[in-house]
C-alpha cells in the first residue's frame, strides 16, 4: 500500500492547513478550552492544530540577528522554577525562550545558540539587576553596554515604600492606623491612575503621616533620573536624592540608595544618546506573558508555553 502526502493537509491529516491556521488564529485571542467547545473539537486537537500553526508562524518570520536586546526571567510555577526570555527591543518580539533557570549557566546557552559573530553585533543589553545576566553578557558579549531596565528599578523603589508603610502601621496603634490600612494600592500607584477616590484617600494619607508622606515624595521624585540627557547631571541628581535621606529614618531607602550606587553604572547608561532603547516595550511584554500563562493555567506543556511567547508579537497568517 502506496501512502501519498498531500501538501495542503494539517499535521493530524483529518484537518487542512487552512483549518488548522482558522484554529490557531482564534487560539490567539480564547483559551483553547473556548475554542474546543466553539468548534466542537477535542481539547487535545485544537492545542495540536495551534501549535502546527504557531511552528508555521515561526518559520514565516523567522528572527534576525539583534542589535539591542532584553532580557528577562519568567516564573512557570511556585518553587523559584523559572526560564529565561530573550526580546528583539528594535523589531518588537521575543527571540528565545529557554534555559533551566536563570543562573549564568542558562544564559550563556542563549548567546551560544545566537553565535558567536551575531553575539558581537549585539550592542546594547536591557536587563534587571539580577547579577548572573550581567556577568554572561559581559563575557559573551563585551562590546554590548549594559542598561538596568527603569520599572524593575521602580519596582524595588516601590518594595521600599511598603516596608516604610508597614514599619509605620506596626509603630501606630489605634485610630491612627485608619488611615493606612488598605492604601498599600493608594501608594504604590502613580498619581494619575488613581481614581478621585483614591487621590482623596492618599491627601489624607500623607497629611496624617509625616514620614509616610516624605517617603511618598522621595520615590515620586526619584523618576526624574531617567530624563537627564547627561550622566554628569544625573549623578548630581542622585547624590541630592540621597542627601534627602538624611535625619528621615527611612532604613530600606537608605538600602535602596546603597543597590543603585553598586550599579550605578548600568543605570546611567540611560543618558548616552545611543542607549535610548523602547523600555515601555519590556514591561508591556512581560505583562503580555502573564496574561498568556493565565489564559494557560494548568498547563504542563514547556514548549506550548515557548511557542505562545514566541509568537505573541507576530502577525497572524
Known sequence: ????????????????????????????????????????????????????????????????????????????????????????????????????????????????????????????????????FSQSTRRQAPQAAIL????????????????????EYARLSGTDRRFIKGQKYTLLSSRENLTSTGRANLRRLLKANKRLSTAYLLKESFEQLWDYRQEGWARRFFDNWKDALKYQRLPSYEKFAAMIERHWEGIAAY?????????????????????????AYGLRDEEYLRLKILTCMLPAI
Open 1 to 132: 500500500m502506496k501512502q501519498e502526502k498531500l501538501s495542503f493537509l494539517a499535521d493530524n491529516p483529518f484537518y487542512t492547513k487552512r483549518f488548522a491556521y482558522y484554529v490557531g488564529r482564534r487560539c490567539r485571542s480564547s483559551t483553547i478550552k473556548d475554542v474546543a467547545k466553539e468548534l466542537r473539537l477535542d481539547w487535545s486537537t485544537v492545542k495540536a492544530l495551534e501549535m502546527q500553526y504557531m511552528r508555521a508562524q515561526l518559520r514565516r518570520h523567522p528572527p534576525r540577528k539583534p542589535a539591542i536586546i532584553g532580557i528577562d526571567e519568567v516564573s512557570l510555577r511556585k518553587g523559584h522554577v523559572y526560564r529565561i526570555v530573550v526580546s528583539d527591543l528594535v523589531r518588537h518580539r521575543p527571540l528565545w525562550f529557554g534555559g533551566k533557570d536563570r543562573s549564568e549557566e542558562s544564559m550563556d546557552a542563549f548567546y551560544q545558540e545566537l553565535g558567536s559573530q551575531a553575539s558581537g553585533r549585539i550592542r546594547l543589553a536591557v536587563m534587571d539587576m539580577w547579577k548572573a
Open 148 to 167: 538596568y531596565d527603569k520599572f524593575h528599578v521602580l519596582r524595588h523603589l516601590g518594595e521600599a515604600l511598603d516596608l516604610v508603610r508597614r514599619s
Open 271 to 295: 543618558c548616552r544618546p545611543e542607549n535610548k532603547a523602547a523600555l515601555g516595550f519590556v514591561e508591556g511584554f512581560n505583562n503580555k506573558i502573564r496574561v498568556l500563562q493565565r489564559r
